[in-house]
């Protein structure tokens, strides 16, 4: 039985000394994290749909109780669990993460690693003290509503659209080599030193699973943009949706023509595009600190609360 299939099995899960972790329903348990979760975060989320979008698809709502009384929740996937809050007068404090760790090393195995996904910033400290790892980068939501923008490129820079092909093999991005050599090389995390970042194999991998769900709406929304004079791609924008909302999966610009507007009139375009088409956000999962958030606070996004995408129990 692998980890995903053992999950779906587990209902309850002793963390002793009376606490315990037992299935939840999703509806309830949404609605007590939307009230107990980091507030920030709830309501960057709220702000723009009225949902709080806190339990992602494949993940596994949990009550967190003592003596049958419930103190707080979080959600489990595979090897890791996100969202952990609790109701006061509780606390999740380091003692109660390293009790939760403990028992879900047990079950996964101690060989195998377990990770905390998505550790509000403020609240990392305490992830730290029970013996987690934060990954060097902190990342950020942004999000603006959609809006139509002037889109039009100087010349000799074109646009030309986005085409996904399907066939027996699955679905790929038609030059995806050529946009995938753009992305591996100037992805946000190029020029991080302290980051270790994506081969190109693997920025080919995620190109595969863009256009494995990608949509018509999607794809009306990304461009990609070359040089006229010397046929040469420079600029590319990939649009997605996560619950349901549009989000930039990937920006980025050869590093000779940036500067010039390339990559403002891109997203200018992609907010136009899906503002004709009725959507109301569009939102984008940034490094703080990268050239492309301060490129998002001069078109009006909206920062969210800053968080650890990723965090690791060190072993003892």
């Not at 989320?45 to 709080?52: D, E, I, K, L, P």
């Not at 040469?232 to 924008?237: D, E, Q, R, T």
């Not at 958030?293 to 995408?309: H, T």
Request: with cysteine.
């Amino acid at each position: 039985m692998d980890k995903k299939e053992r999950l779906k099995e587990l209902h309850h899960l002793d963390l002793g000394e009376g606490f315990c972790l037992r299935r939840a329903e999703a509806a309830e348990w949404e609605t007590y994290a939307g009230v107990y979760y980091h507030q920030a975060t709830v309501g960057f989320y709220r702000n723009g749909n009225g949902a709080g979008g806190l339990l992602p698809a494949g993940d596994e709502p949990f009550w967190l109780q003592r003596d049958e009384a419930v103190q707080g929740g979080l959600a489990l996937s595979a090897g890791a669990f996100r969202h952990l809050f609790a109701l006061p007068p509780f606390r999740t404090d380091a003692e109660l993460i390293r009790r939760i760790a403990q028992a879900l090393r047990r079950v996964g195995g101690p060989g195998q690693p377990l990770r905390a996904w998505d550790v509000p910033d403020d609240c990392a400290e305490a992830y730290i003290r029970a013996g987690f790892r934060p990954d060097p980068g902190r990342f950020r939501w942004m999000q603006r509503p959609a809006a139509e923008f002037a889109d039009m490129l100087p010349d000799p820079l074109a646009w030309r659209p986005v085409e996904v092909l399907r066939d027996s093999a699955g679905a790929r991005m038609a030059l995806e080599r050529e946009a995938g050599l753009l992305l591996f090389k100037h992805a946000p995390e190029a020029g991080r030193p302290e980051l270790t970042p994506p081969s190109f194999a693997q920025t080919l991998h995620r190109l595969r699973e863009w256009a494995a769900r990608s949509s018509k709406a999607g794809l009306d929304a990304s461009s990609l943009v070359y040089d006229g004079a010397t046929r040469a791609l420079i600029g590319v924008c990939l649009i997605g949706y996560a619950e349901g909302c549009p989000t930039i999966d990937g920006l980025a610009v050869l590093p000779a023509f940036r500067g010039r507007g390339v990559a403002t009139r891109m997203l200018g375009r992609t907010m136009t595009v899906l503002a004709r088409n009725g959507e109301r956000l569009v939102r984008i999962r940034i490094m703080h600190g990268h050239p492309i958030e301060s490129l998002c606070y001069r078109l009006g996004f909206m920062p969210g609360p800053l968080f650890m995408p990723e965090m690791t129990l060190v072993r003892s």
